[in-house]
C-alpha cells in the first residue's frame, strides 16, 4: 500500500463501533472522504455517495474475484441477472406471497406480546426475518437455525475481515443450497417455489448453474435476513421513543410505508456496501487511484443534513426520492417492494397486538456492532 496516505480514522476502533451513526457523522462533517487500511476510501456524504451510484463506469462493482450474482456485477453482465430476479419481486408476486407474510407476523406478534416485557430482537425481529425469508424462498422451517448460525458467523468473520472463514462460509452455503437442489431434481414431485422456479431460468440462453443460483439466493439471504431484522428492531425502538408518532401510526397504519422509510433514514439497517474504482478519480477533495475499494457509507449519507435538515426529526414531508434506504442507479434494491412489505406487515401486526410500546428504563436497549446496525437487544414493556 505504498503511496497511500496515512489514516484518517479506525472504522474498527471501539469508539466508532460504540456509536455507529454519531462516528460516521462525525466523519461525515470533518473528513467526507476517509482511508483507513481496513476500509480503504470511505465515503459518507450524500451528493458522493449520488455520484458514485449514478457513475458505474468509474465506480465498478466487481470488488471481489468471487462471483456474486447480480450485486458483484457491472453491464453488460449484470444487465440480463437483473432482469431475471426482478420478476421475482413483482406487484403479482408480492400480493400472492402478502397473506403468508401477514400470518408468520399475527403468530410471532401474539408470542412476542403476550407478557408485560418482552426482548422483541430475539423473541420477534429474528424469528421474525428468519421465517419470512424459509416462506419467501419455499425452504423448510428446518433452516431457520442453520442460517441463523451462519449469518452470525459470517458477520463475525466479517468484522474481523478473517478472508478464510468468509471464503469457507460462502463454501458452506453453496454446499446447502446444493442439497436444497438435489432434493428438488430428486423429487417426483416437485414443489412449486422460488428455488424451482430458479432452476428452471435461463441466462443468455442457458440454465442458471448450481453456483449461480447460490450465490443469487447468498446474496439474497445476507440482505434478507440481517436487514429486515434490523429494520424491525429501529422502527420498534423508535416508535417506543416517540408516542405522538407511535399514536399517529396507530391512527393511521396507511402511512406506515412511509413513516416505515424515514425512520430507516435516520436510522438504517445497513452500514455500507463496497464499490472498486475503474479509473483515477476525485471525490471530496481526495485524489484516488484506479483500482481502489470505495466503501459507501448509507448512514451517514442518510443522515447529511445538507440534504436533510434536523436529520434526526422524523418528518413525512422529506422528498422520498433522496432517501438512499434501497440505493439508487442502476443496482437499486430489487427487492425493496418485498422488504417494504414485510415491515408494514411486521410493524402493524405489533401495534395492533399491543396498547403502546415503551422503552425499559432499566434495560436500555444495546446497539449491534458493525458490520450489522439496529439493535443486538431491546427490551421493551408492553401496556
Known amino acids: 500500500m505504498s ?100 400470518e408468520i407476523a399475527e403468530d410471532l406478534a401474539l408470542s412476542a406480546l403476550a407478557q408485560p416485557r418482552t426482548e422483541l430482537i430475539a423473541s420477534f425481529a429474528q424469528p421474525f426475518a428468519l421465517r419470512i425469508q424459509c416462506a419467501f424462498m419455499g425452504w423448510p422451517p428446518s433452516l431457520q437455525e442453520p442460517l441463523q448460525s451462519w449469518a452470525t458467523r459470517n458477520n463475525r468473520a466479517t468484522l474481523h475481515q478473517d478472508r478464510p472463514a468468509l471464503a469457507a462460509l460462502a463454501a458452506e452455503f453453496e454446499a446447502l443450497i446444493g442439497n436444497l437442489l438435489a432434493e428438488r431434481r430428486a423429487s417426483t414431485d416437485p414443489e412449486h417455489d422460488l428455488t424451482c422456479a430458479l432452476m428452471q431460468e435461463q441466462v443468455e440462453g442457458r440454465p442458471l448453474n448450481d453456483q449461480e443460483i447460490a450465490s443469487l439466493l447468498r446474496n439474497w439471504t445476507v440482505g434478507e435476513i440481517g436487514t429486515i431484522a434490523a429494520a424491525v428492531g429501529i422502527i420498534a425502538h423508535f416508535l417506543a421513543s416517540e408516542p405522538q408518532v407511535q ?8 402511512l406506515l410505508w412511509q413513516a416505515n422509510d424515514e ?98 428504563e432499566a434495560q436500555p436497549a444495546r446497539l449491534a456492532s458493525y458490520p450489522s446496525s439496529g439493535y443486538a437487544s431491546l427490551p421493551l414493556q408492553l401496556r
Open 263 to 360: 425512520i430507516l433514514r435516520i436510522h438504517g439497517p445497513l452500514v455500507d456496501n463496497r464499490r472498486r474504482t475503474t479509473c483515477p478519480v476525485q471525490l471530496g477533495g481526495r485524489e484516488i487511484g484506479a483500482d481502489q475499494r470505495i466503501s459507501i457509507n448509507w448512514l451517514a449519507a442518510n443522515r447529511d443534513p445538507a440534504v436533510f435538515p434536523e436529520p434526526d426529526r422524523f418528518s413525512l414531508d422529506r422528498d422520498p426520492a433522496l432517501n438512499l434506504l434501497y440505493g439508487a442507479g442502476i443496482h437499486v434494491c430489487p427487492g425493496a417492494p418485498l422488504a417494504r412489505m414485510e415491515l408494514v406487515i411486521a410493524i402493524r401486526a405489533l401495534l395492533q397486538h399491543s396498547e403502546q410500546l415503551q422503552l425499559v
Open 3 to 102: 503511496g497511500l496516505p496515512p489514516a484518517d480514522w479506525d472504522p474498527r476502533s471501539a469508539a466508532v463501533l460504540a456509536d455507529q451513526r454519531h462516528a460516521y457523522d462525525r466523519m461525515r462533517e470533518h473528513c467526507p472522504v476517509a482511508w483507513s487500511p481496513s476500509d480503504h476510501w470511505s465515503v459518507f456524504r450524500h451528493a458522493d455517495v449520488g455520484r458514485i451510484l449514478a457513475d458505474h463506469h468509474s465506480f465498478s462493482n466487481r470488488t471481489s474475484p468471487h462471483l456474486s450474482v447480480p450485486n458483484g456485477m457491472d453491464p453488460p453482465e449484470h444487465t440480463a441477472y437483473r432482469g431475471l430476479i426482478e420478476g421475482y419481486f413483482s406487484a403479482p408476486r408480492m400480493a400472492a406471497f402478502e397473506p403468508v407474510c401477514r
Open 247 to 254: 399514536q399517529l401510526l396507530r391512527e393511521n397504519p396507511d
